[in-house]
């Protein structure tokens, strides 16, 4: 399991740096907000993956809430993004 | 390590995977409508791996339960949140040619005015037989048709967004 641990924790990292260079260089405010969710998606992966590795479901719980933010802060921006460009 | 814990980290892998193949894609894809299809992969199918894994791993109902609510989540929230970021980006992008095209127009038109006032002002000089009577008729003729250019467009554009306007609401009342 630790090995398990160092792997996807790796593959974790990786991703999560390059949406963090798409976040920074993102030609347009959409880019960022996808970037944005995929940080987000990669945060409740590690969230679940730590819970698996340490064997306790406490953790869980915060990855239900975090899916459901995401959802809401992604419609949210949806929403208020024309405005902000127009 | 048991068997299932073996698959469960196999699958614990691949989604990590998945969420790097999606860094990389939202990274590298060229297009914003490319990158939203690259970044709703491992909000489905990244999680669903990485919760079959947590599942193996810990095999009580209640956790179960829980993952399952988690998938379920997601695979009803991630279409809908990119749908409406694609509609966002489709409708900026349009916006974007629409911009493009009208710019295209106003400089074509502005281009087709201004050798009209060169031609009257460098007119001006050019006759200067008569001028000393009229030289005080001449600027104040001057003056307005230099201001009727951009007068005009404004009338121009008036006009034109004036029965745009009632064009426009039958087409977004149907």
């Given at each position: 399991m630790t090995l398990t641990l160092l792997i996807a924790g790796l593959?974790?990292?990786?991703g999560a740096a390059f949406a963090a260079v798409r976040l920074v260089?993102?030609?347009?405010?959409?880019d960022r907000a996808v970037a944005l969710d995929v940080m987000l998606a990669i945060v409740v992966g590690v969230i679940v993956l730590l819970?698996?590795?340490?064997?306790?479901?406490?953790?869980?719980?915060?990855?239900?809430?975090?899916s459901l933010l995401g959802f809401i802060g992604s419609a949210g921006l949806a929403k208020l993004l024309p405005r902000d460009r127009r | 390590m048991s068997t299932t814990d073996l698959i469960?980290?196999?699958?614990?892998?691949?989604?990590a995977l998945m969420s790097l193949l999606a860094g990389i894609a939202v990274l590298r894809f060229p297009d914003t409508m490319s990158r939203i299809h690259a970044a709703t992969k491992p909000q489905v199918l990244g999680i669903m791996l990485l919760?079959?894994?947590v599942g193996l791993r810990l095999g009580s109902p209640a956790v179960i339960g829980m993952l399952v609510l988690i998938v379920v989540?997601?695979?009803?929230?991630?279409?809908?949140?990119?749908h409406l970021t694609v509609r966002v980006a489709y409708r900026h992008a349009t916006d974007d040619q629409n911009d493009a095209a009208a710019a295209d127009s106003a400089g074509v038109t502005a281009g087709a005015r201004s050798p009209v006032t060169v031609d009257a002002g460098s007119a001006e000089p050019g006759s200067p037989i008569g001028a000393s009577l009229e030289a005080g008729s001449r600027p104040t003729d001057d003056k307005p048709a230099a201001d009727d250019g951009p007068a005009q467009m404004a009338q121009?554009?008036?006009?034109e967004n004036a029965p745009g306007n009632p064009d426009v609401d039958p087409d977004g009342a149907r």
């Open positions: 593959l974790f990292a990786g260089r993102g030609p347009t405010q959409i819970a698996a590795v340490t064997d306790s479901s406490v953790t869980l719980v915060i990855a239900v809430v975090i | 469960a980290s196999i699958a614990l892998i691949l989604g919760m079959l894994g989540l997601q695979f009803v929230t991630a279409p809908v949140s990119a121009a554009l008036a006009e």
